[in-house]
């Protein structure tokens, strides 16, 4: 099996974008989400590590394979150079969200600035973005199948945050009223 650095770059990319996108995680999940009720149920835990140790394991094997077929070079940088700008983009979403309520404070907030104005669930938007990228940089039908896969739980997600939002702020009794907007990607949700 040859060296890391002997690999073809696409392979290089992929892991480091791979690891790039799990260290933000877990760096957002120290530092940026706050976590006040059982946003996480146990029993979401085994959906939840199948996913991610499933197609990681899945989608390494595919890009790793050694009869693996690498896209164009041009093609495998910008895709990947756009998707780090989505997982920043990601990020910038999730420091948005974390700082809607002053410390103490409870309840919903409507969401503003930057992709917020336009949409929603911003953050899924920016995450979909930097995998549907990853799918064309590595041009593997397995990245495609987790793009796909995280993309439909994160616009069940976005649906019922949307919802929930529009019927909270529907500008009555002095409560704002929720602002025009797309679900999660638009133009088609």
């Known amino acids: 099996m040859p ?4 690999r073809p770059l696409v392979q290089q990319i992929a892991v480091a974008y791979w690891v790039f996108h799990y260290a933000k995680r877990i760096f957002e999940t120290y530092f940026v989400h ?3 009720h059982d946003t996480m149920p146990i029993r979401n ?3 939840n590590c199948s996913y991610y140790y499933g197609f990681a394991a ?3 094997y595919f890009v790793n394979h050694p009869k693996y077929t690498a896209p164009p070079e041009l093609q495998t940088l910008v895709s990947f150079g756009l998707a780090v700008l989505c997982q920043l983009a990601n990020l910038r979403c999730h420091i948005i969200l974390s700082n809607l309520r002053k410390p103490g404070e409870k309840g919903y907030k409507i969401p503003t600035g930057f992709l917020f104005n336009y949409i929603t669930c911003a953050n899924y938007t920016a995450e979909i973005w930097g995998w549907i990228l990853f799918t064309v940089g ?3 039908l397995a990245a495609a199948l987790f793009t796909v896969a995280g993309a439909l739980q994160m ?3 976005a649906r019922g945050k949307h919802r929930r939002l529009v019927k909270l702020f529907d500008g009555k009794d002095g409560r704002p009223k929720y602002p025009k907007r797309w679900v999660m990607f638009p133009p088609l949700l």
């Open 3 to 6: 060296r890391f650095e002997q």
């Open 34 to 36: 706050m976590f006040g």
């Open 45 to 47: 835990l085994f959906k």
């Open 58 to 60: 899945y989608v390494a």
């Open 138 to 140: 590595t041009q593997t």
């Open 155 to 157: 616009a069940d997600w």
